[in-house]
């Protein structure tokens, strides 16, 4: 018989600005939003101990603040990023290589658009 572990944060508290609660949360866990593939929800990937993982499920109640008064992410729904699907979907590799980046230098990689006026675009 399996056994799944189902936890919430019981210390949680509201967030305050929810898209800026949500960019912090992100920072912290050094995500990257991916670029393409049409997804219909947010999420991002973040590198752990060498591994990709997709962070979804990320709506209003689930970014809130810790004791510590920092936003943080609770209940989300994780998943690893498999080597078939980085083979497959060159949009999620990239995703995947940018994660990697960050997590190694603590510096978000530059995104194409990013710092352009809308302008020149």
């Not at 600005?17 to 947010?42: N, Y």
Request: glycine share 10%; proline share 6%.
């Amino acid at each position: 018989m399996a056994v799944t572990l189902i936890a919430k944060q019981p210390r949680a508290y509201p967030a305050g600005d929810f898209r800026s609660d949500l960019a912090h949360a992100e920072r912290a866990m050094r995500g990257i939003v991916p670029v393409g593939g049409g997804l219909r929800q947010h999420l991002f990937v973040t590198l752990v101990d060498g591994v990709a993982w997709l962070v979804g499920d990320l709506h209003v109640r689930n970014i809130m603040r810790n004791g510590n008064g920092e936003p943080t992410i609770i209940d989300a729904l994780v998943g690893e990023v498999t080597s078939a699907a980085r083979r497959g979907l060159p949009w999620l590799n990239a995703a995947c290589e940018e994660a990697r980046k960050f997590r190694e230098t603590g510096e978000r990689p530059p995104r194409w658009f990013e710092g352009v006026a809308d302008e020149e675009l």
